[in-house]
């Protein structure tokens, strides 16, 4: 096989699609309750269990690549003090095309510690654009010394208009890839931005409840890919309250 660049545009082509393969929309996640009562607010549905004296009311607020943000109210309905700590709640991952571990328990996660990984794709980022960047001069090279030893082996009129014309395909696709290396790079950054400014909050802390108190506060999950259900638990003391979520396409 004719590997020059100029000869076999569509060659180039394939090999550069490849290389950008990788540089994928992210996707907007969105979980909705499922087998319990639902209350609306906001356009949000959230999911709502009472047991043992204790009333909880979950919704998704929002995501990042990921992580999953959950707002969570508790109401201390019964008659003891209760305790709340967060570090204790849970999600068990179930998904329609991928088979999870029974001891995928995935649990709550700081706000620093959700920050440090916006961090960590900040520079992945930097570190992808900075190699696709890399790869497109040194193709942009490889084309061009290609393009000077087709010319100097001499050729007929029809090849010279065969070699012009891809020569200005290869040339012509190496500027439109680089534009939409660049594209890509300012969207990643936006949405790493967007990650930043999500996760920058005080999440629940652990605290005790009395009698007739209710808090409310956000909580961190870990997103673990394809997961399509979320089976969420809340510890309270022996009891555990149980709330599902579905993800919402």
């Known amino acids: 096989m004719n590997l020059n660049f100029t000869k076999n545009p569509l060659i180039f082509f394939l090999f550069i699609s490849v290389i950008f393969a990788s540089c994928q929309p992210s996707r907007q996640l969105s979980f909705q309750p499922i087998k319990v009562d639902t209350e609306n607010r906001g356009g949000k549905k959230i999911g709502v269990k009472s047991q043992a004296g204790i009333k909880v009311a979950v919704s998704h607020e929002f995501s990042t690549n990921e992580y999953l943000v959950f707002r969570v109210a508790i109401q201390n309905k019964g008659d003891e003090t209760i305790l709340i700590d967060p570090d204790n709640f849970y999600y068990i991952p179930k998904g329609e095309n ?63 208009f065969n070699k012009r014309f891809a020569r200005e395909a290869v040339f012509g696709g190496i ?25 920058d909050f005080e999440p629940m802390n652990i605290q005790s409840l009395m009698p007739g108190e209710q808090v409310e506060g956000k909580i961190i999950f870990p997103y673990l890919e394809d997961s399509d259900f979320l089976l969420m638990y809340f510890p309270f003391g022996a009891d555990i309250i149980n709330i599902d979520f579905a993800l919402h396409n």
Do not use: P
Request: glycine share 6%.
């Open 175 to 199: 500027a439109i890839l680089s534009e939409v290396n660049e594209a890509k790079h300012e969207k990643a950054l936006w949405e790493i931005e967007q990650s930043r400014s999500v996760l």
């Open 98 to 160: 991928r088979n999870f571990r029974t001891s995928n328990y995935i649990k709550t996660v700081s706000n620093s510690e959700a920050l440090k990984g916006v961090e960590y794709a900040f520079y992945k980022e930097h570190k992808r654009h900075k190699s696709a960047s890399a790869v497109g001069i040194g193709l942009g090279i490889l084309a061009f010394a290609a393009d000077i030893a087709a010319n100097e082996m001499g050729a007929n009129s029809s090849q010279i």
